[in-house]
């Protein structure tokens, strides 16, 4: 039988599924700033509560990847069932952890930081590494592979978008009471429902639109649950092993300014919800737009060209903004309406580089997994996607860590609602700092990548994409 004709809808419907990441991106930007401002956990508690739940969320993608590759449901085939139950236990436990109920005492809060947090990241791994490998399931030429992740990148800047923006535009809004609204106990719990909301819509969309393609993702009846030597393939294949060092170090020298980010502007740049969403907005919406310039430069120079130029234009937007406004004071910090003008077009151009990030490489990823189906004759796409999402989460984790650690160090005080100037000082550069120092690293190790599309014999592609 024929396999259904693949359409640019049924793309747009599975890449909505990665919008359910905006319970991820919330607790990337907020949790830190949640649990230190408004619990007043310590600080150096939070940074590990936050580090813990990260390093487990990476420990259990690929387990959760192989159970995916493994999966022998006829009715639901290889990827469903993860989506349909990770979805709805993301959407319950985000409710759980954004609901803390006041007067706890510090230790019962923090148990229920962990077991709320540590549910939601296993929850999140169980959707997020077989929804991004069905990218690779659904189509099969070397270029369609770039295409159907930038569909899913697409997606899931837009639910960083809706996470990030709506949080600051709408949920952090100046009110009589509080002219920083990011700093009201009152609009976390809402925040916490109307996310689950989103969870739960983009799920059934994302299942409902794939549905009819569950025949050309079933497992094998052949394949063995568990092969070692498999595992050691993918271990010793050294264009993966790139790949996920380069995450690795990527992910230490960003997630510190994600995590320190409301911090930030906060105290540093003295912003309110909606200036903080503005930037956010510029950023994102540049991400957005630069999917389809990726994809063409992808096409016409290959995707590690592409990928090295992402990460000048990040590098730029990222070190550039907290370097010129505040180590080399070339523009002021005030009147903060004029801050944020001159901090757009850093956003802009860090917002270009990272939608690179979102997309090329998880088509890198998937290429490594079609190269060794070519060699192997095994379809091990989960597993090759849960060793590089466990590679971004473990740089995530250690970074995150460490931004506990930093807040401690440079005298960051959880009881304050103003910060020494030297503490507003240490905040935006510290970060910019490592990131500065681990560039030539990143670069290096994506050298070491070595598949190009010369490698892969183009098949006719079955998709109209």
Same mark, same amino acid.
Not at 117 to 137: C, E, N, R
Not at 308 to 313: R, T
Not at 402 to 410: E, N, P
């Given at each position: 039988m024929n396999a259904p004709p693949l359409r640019p809808w049924h793309l747009a419907g599975y890449g909505s599924g990665s919008m359910v990441l905006a319970a991820y991106y919330l607790v990337s930007a907020s949790f830190l700033f949640y649990a230190t401002a408004i619990l007043k956990v310590p600080?150096?508690?939070?940074?590990?509560?936050?580090?813990?739940?990260?390093?487990?969320?990476?420990?259990?993608?690929?387990?959760?990847?192989?159970?995916?590759?493994h999966t022998r449901s006829q009715r639901l085939g290889r990827r469903h069932p993860f989506l349909i139950g990770g979805g709805i236990a993301i959407a319950v436990l985000t409710v759980l952890l954004w609901s803390v109920p006041p007067g706890l005492g510090l230790w019962s809060t923090v148990a229920w930081l962990v077991l709320a947090?540590?549910?939601?990241?296993?929850?999140?791994?169980?959707?997020?590494?077989?929804?991004?490998?069905?990218?690779?399931?659904?189509?099969k030429s070397y270029d369609a592979r770039t295409v159907s992740q930038g569909y899913r990148a697409a997606f899931q800047i837009l639910g960083m978008t809706l996470a990030l923006v709506g949080s600051s535009a709408w949920f952090f809004r100046p009110t009589a009471g509080y002219a920083q609204g990011q700093l009201n106990p009152a609009v976390y719990a809402p925040m916490g429902w109307a996310c689950a909301i989103l969870v739960l819509g983009v799920t059934l969309v994302t299942v409902l639109s794939t549905w009819k393609f569950i025949p050309r993702m079933r497992a094998a009846h052949d394949i063995p649950r568990m092969d070692w030597h498999d595992v050691r393939a993918i271990l010793r294949d050294k264009n993966l092993r790139a790949l996920v060092l380069m995450i690795l170090v990527t992910e230490i020298a960003v997630q510190l300014t994600v995590a320190l980010g409301f911090h930030i502007n906060t105290f540093t740049y003295g912003l309110s919800g909606p200036q903080i969403a503005m930037l956010a907005m510029a950023l994102l919406a540049s991400a957005i737009i630069s999917q389809p310039l990726w994809?063409?430069?992808?096409?016409?120079?290959?995707?590690?060209?592409?990928?090295?130029? @992402?990460?000048?234009? =990040?590098?730029? $937007?990222? &070190? *550039?903004?907290?370097? /010129?406004?505040?180590?080399?004071?070339?523009?002021?910090?005030?009147?903060?309406?004029?801050?944020?003008?001159?901090?757009?077009?850093?956003?802009?151009?860090?917002?270009?580089?990272n939608g690179a990030f979102w997309s090329l490489p998880y088509a890198m990823v998937t290429d490594c997994a079609e190269a060794s189906e070519r060699r192997r004759g095994r379809n091990l796409a989960g597993s090759y996607t849960g060793l590089y999402i466990f590679a971004y989460k473990l740089?995530?984790?250690?970074?995150? @860590?460490?931004?506990? =650690?930093?807040? $401690?160090? &440079? *005298?960051?005080?959880? /009881?304050?609602?103003?910060?020494s100037a030297a503490t507003r000082h240490d905040l935006a550069v510290y970060p910019a700092l490592l990131m500065l120092i681990l560039l030539p690293v990143m670069v290096w190790l994506l050298h070491s990548y070595r598949l190009r599309r010369a490698d892969f014999a183009e098949p006719v592609e079955q998709a109209a994409v």
């Open positions: 600080p150096d508690i939070a940074g590990l509560i936050m580090a813990a739940s990260t390093l487990w969320d990476a420990l259990t993608d690929l387990p959760l990847g192989w159970l995916s590759d947090l540590l549910g939601l990241k296993t929850a999140i791994s169980a959707f997020v590494v077989p929804h991004t490998a069905m990218g690779g399931d659904l189509v994809i063409r430069i992808s096409k016409r120079f290959d995707k590690k060209p592409a990928l090295y130029l @992402a990460i000048v234009l =990040a590098a730029i $937007g990222l &070190i *550039g903004a907290p370097f /010129t406004h505040v180590a080399w004071q070339w523009f002021p910090l005030e009147p903060t309406p004029h801050l944020v003008l001159t901090l757009l077009p850093f956003q802009i151009l860090a917002g270009l580089g740089g995530g984790s250690i970074s995150i @860590a460490a931004s506990g =650690a930093l807040l $401690g160090f &440079i *005298g960051y005080q959880s /009881t304050a609602t103003v910060q």
